[in-house]
């Protein structure tokens, strides 16, 4: 099975390129620049399509000119591969959670109401055209989006703000542990001896973390907050309600945090020692050069030009939230869900999961009933909000398949 049972765009060019032209059309082929033996241009058995065995021309004996070349039979048609995959994943669909986290106040709600209205949500969020209320507790919405025949169940968790209480100690234990949770329930289902075909996918792909645009740094509650999700989570910072920043304070600021984040080992999406070769590298250092996004949220539309376009209205004019020159918000959108959707649910199972899966079933080192018994007892909350000691390789698992 498939991680998350998406459809692995990126990866899928890396997976299936290589030996794939066995055959050609070709008549004649120039000889071969590699060393005799290189498997990449000398075969040492192709299949004969109609046999289904290795082809008779495939012996060691050299081919007489009435033989033809094994070259003239053509592709095997590998490359049909990628039109099942799409097939298969345009049926099952995708499933994507993202979570929104910081201090109360910054616009998270608002945000969430941001990102579905600007077509990503095509049905209008509830409360439209009133204010958006405090957010008091933990809640999750899913809509399913269906673009070109692509569906997308997507879900976003509100949580309440954080940080204004005299005390803040712990104050990120319910959301962690809420993070945890999803991970144990999929654990639960994931271990059991008849299990569904497709594990319903709580388990948060992506925290979007708010932070206050003070314009100086990021503060020790921050700081403390991110190192324990980055370990638990993918987490992208931004900088909250940066229409209140000029250009140069919302540059100086994220060079800042940056410093910070790096000064205290917290490492956000897109990890480093993640990127899988040298495209990923180009295209996530220029994404890690401007994370944390600044990022304005609106959810009233305004006409501007004859065009609708979510803003902000002031008195000076109106902040149109997706416009590049007023904000960084179609950054975020795009690495969301447009270019790193699959990237996020990928580093979601075979890391973040893949550590809390470990641990636990390390926990529950149980073997009475023969081997591969494994009795899991339930995690107390104390564990479960626990912070991870190690990280496990990527791509250890990627089994899962999405249906919906
Ligand atoms: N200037 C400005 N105001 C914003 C922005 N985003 C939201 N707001 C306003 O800030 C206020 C609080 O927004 P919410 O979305 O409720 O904030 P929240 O983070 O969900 O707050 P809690 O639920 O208390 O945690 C509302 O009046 C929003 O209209 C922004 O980008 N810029
Ligand atoms: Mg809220």
Redesign the pocket.
Known sequence: MMCGGGWPAAKLKLGFRSEVSVGSSEPQRPPSPHPPGDRHLEPSAPMDPLRRSPSPCSSSRPSSPSTPPCEMLGPVGIEAVLDQLKIKAMKMGFEFNIM?V?????????????LFKSKVWKSNPPGLGV??????QLHSVTHVIEEKGVKLKLTVT?????G?QINNDKCWDPILGYINEQYERYLQEEILITRQRHIPDTRVHCCVY?VPPTGHCLRPLDIEFLQRLCQTVNVVPVI?????LTMEEREAFRRRIQQNLRTHCIDIYPQKCFDEDINDKILNSKLRDRIPFA?????REHLVDGRCVLG?KTKWGI?E?ENMAH?EFPLLRDLLIRSHLQDLKDITHNVHYENYRVIRLNESHLLPRGPGWVNLAPASPGQLTSPRPFKVCRGAHDDSEDEF
């Open positions: 929104v910081g201090q109360s106040g910054l616009g998270k709600s608002t945000m969430v109401n941001t204010p958006t209320p405090q957010t008091l509100d949580t309440p703000g954080f204004d708010f909250a309600r940066a229409d209140s990022v304005v949220g609106a959810d902000r902040i939230v904000c």
